[in-house]
Nanobody, 123 residues
Framework: QVQLVESGGGLVQAGGSLRLSCAAS????????MGWFRQAPEKEREFVAS????????LYGDAVKGRFTISRDNAKNTVYLQMNSLKPEDTAVYYC????????????????WGQGTQVTVSS
């Protein structure tokens, strides 16, 4: 089992940057693919980014491609999401997730979830 805790969310002005972190504990963190999802009020959970357990392959949702970067440091049991050029439409609760396949883009394909961290982007 893997436990995940997100941090780094907050309030930022449009055009600014934030770096989210996901700290993992439990068994064999390095063997899991990791993903970031987000969910705005009254909307479905949306795929943001994913990364292979080796860290050498990544995927991004169309809405964030070119602005966000996912990375991982297996030695620190931590996954990061660097968010640049933030827009008001990026406002959501951001969730870290662990799963088997890094190419998975559906929330139901991930096994473990953090509690989320709020990101609010003002105009």
């Amino acid at each position: 089992q893997v436990q995940l805790v997100e941090s780094g969310g907050g309030l930022v002005q449009a055009g600014g940057s934030l770096r989210l972190s996901c700290a993992a504990s439990g068994r064999t963190f390095s063997s899991y693919a990791m993903g970031w999802f987000r969910q705005a009020p009254e909307k479905e959970r949306e795929f943001v980014a994913s990364i292979r357990w080796t860290g050498d392959s990544t995927l991004y949702g169309d809405a964030v491609k070119g602005r966000f970067t996912i990375s991982r440091d297996n030695a620190k049991n931590t996954v990061y999401l660097q968010m640049n050029s933030l827009k008001p439409e990026d406002t959501a609760v951001y969730y870290c997730a662990a799963g088997v396949l890094w190419v998975a883009t559906a929330a139901r394909e991930y096994n473990y979830w953090g509690q989320g961290t709020q990101v609010t982007v003002s105009s």
